[in-house]
C-alpha cells in the first residue's frame, strides 16, 4: 500500500479482538513512531508500549475516572496501548509527540492493525496516579503526557465516516 492509500484506509477501531498483538509488529509501529521529525530534532518523545493486562486495566480506569466516565474501557478493549510523552523541556513537545502518534497509526493500518488515538495522557501525567504508574515502571522525570495509541486486531467491519474534502482555500 502506498503512503496515501494509507491514510485513505486509517480510521478509529472502537472494537478491538481479545487477540495479543505480534511483538514484531509493536516493535514496527514504536519505531515508526521514533521516526517522525521533531522540533530541532530534539528526539524528546519517548513510548510506553504497555501489553501487560494488569497495567493496561489500571492506566484505562485511569483515562476513564479523567473523562468522568469510569467503568468503561476508554481503550476499547485494545490488548496494546502505547503511551507517548515528551520531556517537558522540548519546547514543541506537543506537536512532536502529536507526529509520533500520527506515524504510529499509520504504520498500525500498514500492518493490518486496528487502530485508535486516545486523549488525556497530559492529564494522566499530571495526576498523582499516572505519576506513580510511571514510577513503578522505572519512568521518572518532567514529562507531559501526550496520548495514546491503542492497537490490536478489529473485532468487525470498521466504521468509516466520510471526509469533507472542501475545507482548503488557495492563495495562487
Known amino acids: 500500500m502506498n503512503t ?4 485513505k484506509a486509517r480510521h478509529g477501531c472502537r472494537k478491538f479482538l481479545p487477540k495479543a498483538v505480534e511483538k514484531e509488529k509493536l516493535q514496527k509501529v514504536v ?18 508500549m504497555i501489553t501487560n493486562k494488569e497495567i493496561r486495566d489500571e492506566l484505562s480506569r485511569l483515562n476513564a475516572k ?3 466516565r469510569e467503568g468503561i474501557d476508554p481503550f476499547y478493549g485494545a490488548p496494546a496501548v502505547a503511551l507517548v510523552y515528551v520531556d517537558s523541556s522540548a519546547h514543541t ?9 500520527g506515524y504510529m497509526l499509520l504504520e498500525a493500518t500498514e500492518l493490518g492493525l486496528g487502530n485508535i488515538w486516545i486523549h ?3 492529564e494522566e501525567l499530571e495526576s498523582d496516579e499516572g505519576k506513580a504508574i510511571l514510577t513503578k515502571l522505572g519512568i521518572d522525570g518532567g514529562y507531559i503526557g501526550i496520548g495514546h495509541c491503542c492497537l490490536g486486531y478489529e473485532d468487525g467491519e470498521p ?14
Request: with cysteine; aromatic share 6%.
Open 66 to 68: 479523567i473523562m468522568g
Open 120 to 122: 488525556r495522557g497530559k
Open 93 to 101: 513537545a506537543v506537536y512532536d509527540g502529536s507526529l509520533c502518534l
Open 4 to 7: 496515501f492509500d494509507c491514510i
Open 159 to 172: 466504521t468509516i465516516r466520510e471526509k469533507d474534502l472542501t475545507r482548503v482555500k488557495y492563495a495562487e
Open 31 to 48: 519505531e515508526a513512531g521514533l521516526l517522525a521529525p521533531t522540533g530541532v530534532n530534539s528526539q524528546k518523545v519517548h513510548i510506553l
